[in-house]
């Protein structure tokens, strides 16, 4: 029996990276999952991980899936997400907002059309798809959403500063505006017994586009400090989404902290969730 048996969970963004993590922690405990993101096939992005794959990682862990095509920059995409979830399993209980998009660049290197899809997918598109689901949600008894953040949110601090800032601007606004969104929305539902929360990674993780936007520049990258696989911010996610959502919302969480207040000594999460050690 696993703690998440009978739920049904959305993953957006859940072709590769955290994504894909989060889903298969979400199957191995039970659910069944949803995973929705843009690539379909291996060869229609440069950054690799399919829909495809993503689901047979799910299985393999013991979990149903189904992959649904989704562009969280398209409105119709959603309510087809939603619709295809309801069809296929008649009930919707998780939806993580995983999907994201991170330009390199300052704010004057960026174009303006940078700027428009950096909302569009990290903010417009969590915003939207909770409008799409928490009415179910509520229909059938509560549920739990997840907005997926991270460190970038928060910002340099008062200056004067030692060194320039070179990038990550719009790319933290828009994620501490998904966390100020996560809270007020948490104050909204919170009476349909649905809880709302914003989840970040602790330490850097390895992800495929996190690997492939440090290797644009024919360098090899040092992940020293980091932590090569994902699954923890997933077996966070999971964890989460077991909590009573009158009793545990509106949270900003990370994930190696929340798995420590929940019980996990450092001991068993270094073993569990090794960290790159040495110049990485």
């Known amino acids: 029996m696993g703690a998440l048996d009978g739920r049904v969970a959305i993953v957006t963004g859940a072709s590769r990276g955290l994504g894909k993590d989060i889903a298969v922690s979400l199957g191995r405990a039970g659910a069944a999952v949803v995973v929705a993101a843009r690539t379909e096939q291996e060869g229609s ?3 690799p991980g399919t829909l495809q794959h993503t689901v047979e990682l799910v299985q393999q862990a013991g979990g149903r899936a189904l992959a649904v095509r989704c562009d969280v920059t398209l409105d119709e995409e959603i309510e087809a997400a939603v619709r295809r979830t309801l069809g296929e399993f008649g009930r919707l209980d998780i939806l993580v907002n995983n999907a994201g998009i991170l330009v390199p660049g300052s704010i004057l290197e960026m174009q303006p059309r940078h700027l428009d899809l950096i909302y569009r997918v ?3 598109g969590p915003i939207i798809f909770c409008r799409a689901v928490i009415p179910h949600m509520a229909s059938s008894g509560g549920g739990h959403i997840i907005n997926i953040s991270s460190r970038g949110a928060i910002g ?7 060194e320039p800032r070179t990038g990550g601007t719009a790319y933290g606004a828009t994620k501490a505006a998904l966390e100020r969104f996560s809270q007020g929305l948490a104050a909204e539902v919170f009476a349909s017994n649905i809880a709302v929360n914003a989840l970040s990674p602790h330490l850097l993780l390895w992800s495929e586009g996190g690997h492939y936007f440090r290797t644009l520049g024919g360098g090899t990258p040092h992940y020293a400090g980091a932590r090569m696989s994902g699954e923890i911010i997933g077996d966070a996610a999971a964890r989460v989404c077991t909590k009573d959502p009158r009793a ?7 994930d190696e902290p929340f798995l420590l207040q929940e019980g996990m000594s450092q001991q068993e999460l270094m073993a ?7 110049p990485g």
């Not at 569990?272 to 040495?278: I, M, Q, T």
Request: no cysteine; proline share 11%.
């Open 248 to 254: 545990f919302t509106g949270r900003i969480l990370y």
């Open 156 to 162: 340099p601090g008062q200056g004067p500063y030692a």
């Open 272 to 278: 569990r969730y090794p960290v790159v050690s040495g």
């Open 45 to 47: 992005s440069r950054i």
């Open 122 to 124: 990290n903010l417009r």
